[in-house]
């Protein structure tokens, strides 16, 4: 079965029937695409009931970001958790998606609203440098959906690492009850990571879009293949090299655990890329175990 909830009031008076159930949540902008498909996935996998919202924060865009023409789709997206509901054998289980999709933004932010949370060691680098607040627009409106949710699981992709790790943070440092479930990035056939900015791009563009996934995976072929002290030289050279297209917004690397520079018991490394085409701008990133012998 799948409801719709369009208010926190809606919710609050579902969400009290829920008593007993395991709730797995998964938080999104809209627009689904197969990542996204592949958390409630998993999230109906693991819990009786999947909650899905969507609503387009605008707390996490920059004045001039792309939130007034970010796809809002409600009725394809319904279509396709029906879709999913439906395929996965469902019908007729105690299995049930609810979507949240909060039908104004007050519904989030009601008036004077005014907290903000802020995990800056882990938001001012990589997307952070760019877009100033959007991880604080971030953390705010997860912290703010879990306290309506109130979710034993919550699923995170991770093409979006840096969010991933800031939630994660947010969760301990907070002592939330709440499980997070890192899922693996969910590509195209030639590699590029879903998107809900892909549909963004033109042809030329979509093109040049694996210019990002093909140099992380080069990078990491080095690292991988190569112990520490002979990789590193090695891929600083591909990234001075490839930071000559001045389409790189940010192409680095970093602990995978905190985002902090390689220390020498750096165990996983994460690979980072952020890469604009016009006026989209998309990420990707790859983790790669470093060989120190
Ligand atoms: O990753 C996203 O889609 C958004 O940043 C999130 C987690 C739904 C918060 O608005």
Redesign the pocket.
């Known amino acids: 079965m799948i409801e719709i909830l369009r208010s926190t009031k809606q919710f609050d008076i579902f969400r009290k029937n829920l008593d007993k159930k395991t709730i797995g949540f998964v938080?999104?902008?809209g627009n689904l695409h197969r990542g996204h498909i592949s958390l409630v996935k998993e999230s109906l996998r693991n819990n009786d009931i999947t909650i899905v919202?969507i609503?387009v924060?605008p707390k996490?865009f920059g004045p001039n970001e792309d939130y007034e023409k970010y796809p809002r789709t409600l009725g394809d997206d319904t279509n396709k958790l029906k879709e999913l509901y439906r395929s996965e054998d469902l019908i007729g289980t105690d299995k049930q998606i609810a979507i949240f999709a909060p039908e104004s933004i007050d519904e989030i932010y009601p008036d004077n609203f005014s907290v903000n949370i802020s995990l800056p060691e882990l938001s001012n680098k990589l997307c952070g440098l760019n877009r100033p607040g959007h991880f604080d627009g971030?953390s705010t409106?997860?912290y703010s959906l879990f306290s309506i949710v109130r979710p034993n699981k919550a699923y995170?992709g991770q093409k979006?690492f840096q969010?991933y790790l800031i939630i994660k943070k947010m969760i301990e440092d907070m002592r939330l009850d709440v499980q997070i479930v890192p899922m693996p990035i969910k590509r195209e056939v030639d590699g590029l990571a879903f998107s809900s900015r892909n549909q963004y791009l033109s042809k030329e563009e979509r093109a040049d879009a694996l210019i990002l996934t093909r140099t992380l995976g080069e990078i990491k072929n080095v690292v991988k293949n190569t112990i520490w002290s002979e990789a590193k030289p090695a891929i600083d050279q591909i990234i001075n090299e490839s930071l000559k297209d001045t389409r790189w917004d940010y192409l680095t690397y970093l602990d995978s655990k905190n985002l902090e520079n390689p220390v020498e018991k750096t165990y996983m490394l994460g690979l980072f890329g952020a890469f604009k085409l016009g006026d989209t701008r998309l990420i990707d990133n790859k983790l790669v175990e470093i060989k120190y012998a």
């Open positions: 938080p999104t902008l919202s609503f924060n996490q971030v409106v997860v995170f979006d969010q």
